[in-house]
């Protein structure tokens, strides 16, 4: 049995005066975290989340991006820190708000704060590849993508691009018949969100979805909305988005416990000062 808590969508913010910021898209940022998002996202619930995870006998915890609000040294440094508190391994890929601007995205500014630690099965980086492949425990395998980068003012769309396409189907061919995997990304493959917050070139991540029976789960965030859908009928992965932990009037996130044949899916939502357990998803895996 693998036991992983499933976070996502933190955005710890920090008020900039900086004029500065004034020629970025962070200017951007400020005024919606002036107006909106100072409230609505708070950093107390991932506090309390660490805590709950830590009776939770977690094997490790997945997070699937936007850790800060505009890529400021000071936004992933808190996010840092706290995570810290952790006893348990963390894997973690960035999210569009962690490439917020141009200079964040090219001097790869959240990988000086978060890098995985684990068993890498190939000697690929998501940092200079775009993708990295750990060993969990029992036949599980977990496929990280960073289809992050940066965008102007309006746009928060990720890439899929050609090389990461590429090192994604080598992996697939290289790995045991009988791996069960985990693939996360911060972007869902879908593009019910619009044209300003898709992933370009979904359809090709989709085909290798479609094409590959060993990825179990998919594992995103960017929507802010739990959600538990299984698209094996359609031949494509159970979908997992556990919602933005750290939102005041929606926080959730998802409890997994994955064995050879069974995936139990807990969601968990901030209700009343805490985080109660939800009813469980109970899914069978055929093999």
Known sequence: MVRIAHISDLHLSTLSLNPMHLFSKRWIGMLNLLFVRKKLYQKKLLDIAIDEFSSMNLDAVIATGDFSTTSRKQEFLAAKQTLEKLSIPLFSLPGNHDMYTKHAHKSGLFYEYFTNQGKRLFPYSLQQD??????????????????????????????????LEKLLIDTLQKLPKDAQIILANHFPFTKHMGPRKILKRADALREILHNESRIILYLHGHIHNQCIADLRPSKLPIILDPGSLTNIKKGSFHLMDLSFDTIQITPYFWEKGRFLPQPSKNISISH
């Open 130 to 163: 775009h993708i990295e492949v750990l060993q969990l425990p029992s036949n599980w395998v977990l496929i990280l993508l960073d289809c992050a980068r940066a965008t102007s003012i309006v746009f928060s769309t990720g890439l899929f691009d050609q090389q």
